[in-house]
């Protein structure tokens, strides 16, 4: 089956500084890559996507990219606000709707 | 986008009594799924709730312990038989929602066995 990894685990950035997560995947079959963004107490939020035939795409001041030939594929957040810390998932999906989520990466925002 | 939502949010159960989970999806629903969070962890897919016949279950799952009914095409429950501390959880309600399928999440219902 899938096998989505994460890195990193945890994220300190300053208010203003750019992050990024990155995650890989192991089955070449996975066409869509989703990115969850999941709050204290609260169920994941999908923040953006990207199907395998893009290899980038950006809303605002997120984007995700995309290499399959690497099986590997990024969030990058740009200038960083107090409200972005929260849980990142990171999710690969091989068909069926089935999705594989990576392990998390807290990111926290200093003010 | 989708609302789902997920009835209890939260519940304090005894061990060995069994705990209903409700969710209702306001949209489109081509699938829906159950996923297990443990806190401070990832999501693990339970099973995909199939309408009129028997959810398909993920490996280490099982209907007897968690038996899923989805009677139309945008409600679903899943059911936590004879608890146990073990089975302390988030538990979390899915959907695809057409036009492109893209997967949302209900709130979660955090349960506590005793």
């Known amino acids: 089956g899938e096998n989505v990894e994460q890195h990193p685990s945890t994220l300190s950035v300053q208010e203003g500084d750019s992050a990024v997560i990155k995650c890989t995947y192991s089955?070449?079959?996975?066409?869509?890559f989703p990115w969850y963004k999941q709050e204290l107490g609260k169920g994941p939020q999908l923040i953006i996507d990207?199907?395998?035939?893009?290899g980038e795409k950006k809303d605002q001041r997120i984007a995700v990219t995309l290499n399959k030939t690497a099986k590997h594929f990024s969030l990058h957040i740009t200038e960083t606000q107090p409200e972005d810390s929260a849980v990142y998932f990171c999710?690969?999906?091989?068909?069926?709707?089935?999705?594989?989520f990576g392990t998390g990466t807290r990111l926290t925002v200093i003010p | 986008s989708a609302v789902i939502s997920q009835k209890p949010s939260r519940d304090i159960c005894q061990r060995g009594t069994s705990l209903t989970i409700q969710c209702q999806v306001d949209?489109?629903?081509?699938?829906m799924f159950w996923y297990r969070q443990q806190p401070g962890q990832s999501l693990t897919l339970i099973a995909t709730?199939?309408?009129?016949?028997?959810?398909?279950?993920e490996s280490g799952f099982v209907i007897d312990k968690f038996p899923i009914s989805r009677p139309n095409l945008t409600f679903s429950t899943l059911t936590v038989s004879n608890m146990s501390p073990e089975d302390s959880s988030i538990y979390l309600c899915?959907?695809?929602?057409?036009?492109?399928?893209?997967?949302?999440f209900g709130p979660g219902t955090r349960l506590t066995v005793l």
């Open positions: 709730a199939n309408q009129g016949s028997e959810a398909t279950y």
């Open positions: 899915s959907a695809s929602v057409r036009p492109n399928n893209e997967q949302f």
């Open positions: 999710a690969a999906e091989t068909g069926a709707n089935n999705l594989f």
């Open positions: 949209s489109q629903v081509t699938m």
């Open positions: 990207i199907r395998s035939n893009v």
């Open positions: 089955d070449s079959a996975s066409n869509y």
